[in-house]
């Protein structure tokens, strides 16, 4: 990583806010959520600054850096800071050219290119080792429309009772990407997925490998039933905790603008995209994706 920093005004005395010294993070609710400023992401970014992006998403769990002009080479490395990047599993076509880590996220002339999000989701969780956080950067939107709400799973795993905790804690889910599929030949949206792999088991209260905290670690995309038991029994307390992770109070929406770069850590979130446009709406992603580890 090079040594010059990232830093937008770099020269005149740096403001701490948050306990950050490299930049300012304020807010964005009471949920989650954090806009970043005084941070270019076109830039080198060195050890120190890593260090508190790094911890800013701890706290935060979303951080906005809005007003960016990053090129594709510049969204990959500021991924890389959090992780190895990685390419999607299933969407292998919707590329971005020369840039395979890139997947375009699009929706134009009514279509929805690599499908549409319109449901709570943790991303990949069909894999051993579900990805560590995800980057979007806004190449084109509407304003108003198209938002992304993210929702915060410590809290939801926090508001439960201590029998429901105790009773989750010990359990295990399946998690397949044949939901996945589904959901695409229902909807005829037309996106090519590849080799569906065998469901994997996660737990269903996950500890967060940096924080230490735990969370509820639920998915509607993609688990199919909890261990040792039919979808059937499972989805009454399945569509319970679904409901109680994605309250008002657990969610701040994101509200896109052109240049935004939105990170996630999908360790302790969900997220959904609000489908409220019509076929003449243009929207353009880069999205990028940080690897993670098993799930504890």
Not at 188 to 210: E, L
Request: net charge neutral.
């Amino acid at each position: 990583m090079s040594i010059s920093a990232g830093v937008s005004g770099a020269a005149r005395p740096v403001e701490t806010r948050g306990g950050y010294r490299q930049f300012r993070a304020t807010p964005m609710c009471g949920a989650l959520g954090a806009k970043i400023e005084g941070v270019d992401l076109s830039k080198p970014i060195d050890e120190a600054l890593a260090g508190e992006l790094r911890q800013v998403l701890l706290d935060h769990l979303v951080i906005v850096f809005p007003e960016q002009d990053l090129s594709p080479a510049q969204q990959i490395a500021f991924t890389s800071v959090y992780g190895k990047v990685e390419r999607h599993p299933l969407y292998r076509s919707n590329v971005l050219q020369d840039y395979p880590d890139i997947l375009v996220l699009e929706h134009k002339e009514g279509q929805w290119i690599n499908g549409r999000n319109d449901i709570w989701h943790t991303d990949l969780t069909f894999r051993e080792d579900p990805p560590m956080a995800g980057v979007l950067y806004c190449k084109d939107v509407r304003e108003g429309h198209g938002d992304t709400m993210f929702a915060n799973m410590y809290t939801a795993h926090d508001s439960l009772s201590p029998g429901l905790k105790r009773m989750l804690d010990g359990m295990k889910a399946e998690h397949s990407a044949a939901l996945l599929r589904e959901r695409n030949n229902k909807n005829s949206y037309n996106v090519p997925i590849g080799d569906i792999a065998p469901p994997v088991i996660h737990p269903v209260i996950r500890t967060h490998p940096d924080s230490g905290r735990k969370s509820l670690f639920v998915n509607p995309s993609f688990i199919t039933n909890f261990v040792g038991m039919t979808r059937e029994e499972s989805l009454p307390l399945l569509n319970y905790l679904y409901g109680v992770a994605s309250q008002p109070e657990r969610v701040y929406r994101h509200r896109w603008r052109v240049g935004d770069v939105v990170m996630w850590d999908q360790r302790c979130t969900m997220h959904y995209v609000v489908i409220d446009y019509g076929p003449d709406m243009h929207r353009l992603m880069h999205r990028t994706t940080a690897s993670g580890n098993r799930p504890f």
